[in-house]
Nanobody, 125 residues
Framework: QLPLVESGGGLVQPGGSLRLSCTAS????????MGWFRQAPGKEREFVAG????????YYADSVKGRFTISRDNAKNTVFLQMNSLKPEDTAVYYC??????????????????WGQGTQVTVSS
């Protein structure tokens, strides 16, 4: 098990920004592939962004490309999701997830072993 603790969600107006954090304990994130997912009411959990365990490459869903950025601070063992130009359709519960098996971030939620508790992001005026 790899405990993941998220923070940073909240209410923001359209066009605004938020930064989500996901801190792990017990294992360095540099040895794990990380992903961010989100789930809106009545919808399936969907892939948002991911990072190879090497940190060399990042991947994004088309819906967030150019607006969201995934990054990692190895010293803090924390992964971030910077979200800019937020839209009402970005409203969802956001989850970070860890995959100890693959070296690349899968877009399938079932491929991830550990999940954060989720943090609510609401984009509304």
């Amino acid at each position: 098990q790899l405990p993941l603790v998220e923070s940073g969600g909240g209410l923001v107006q359209p066009g605004g920004s938020l930064r989500l954090s996901c801190t792990a304990s017990g294992r360095p994130l540099s040895s794990i592939t990380m992903g961010w997912f989100r789930q809106a009411p009545g919808k399936e959990r969907e892939f948002v962004a991911g990072m190879r365990r090497s940190g060399a490459s990042t991947y994004y869903a088309d819906s967030v490309k150019g607006r969201f950025t995934i990054s990692r601070d190895n010293a803090k063992n924390t992964v971030f999701l910077q979200m800019n130009s937020l839209k009402p359709e970005d409203t969802a519960v956001y989850y970070c997830a860890a995959d100890a098996t693959r070296s690349y971030p899968s877009e399938r939620a079932d491929d991830y072993d550990n999940w954060g508790q989720g943090t609510q992001v609401t984009v509304s005026s």
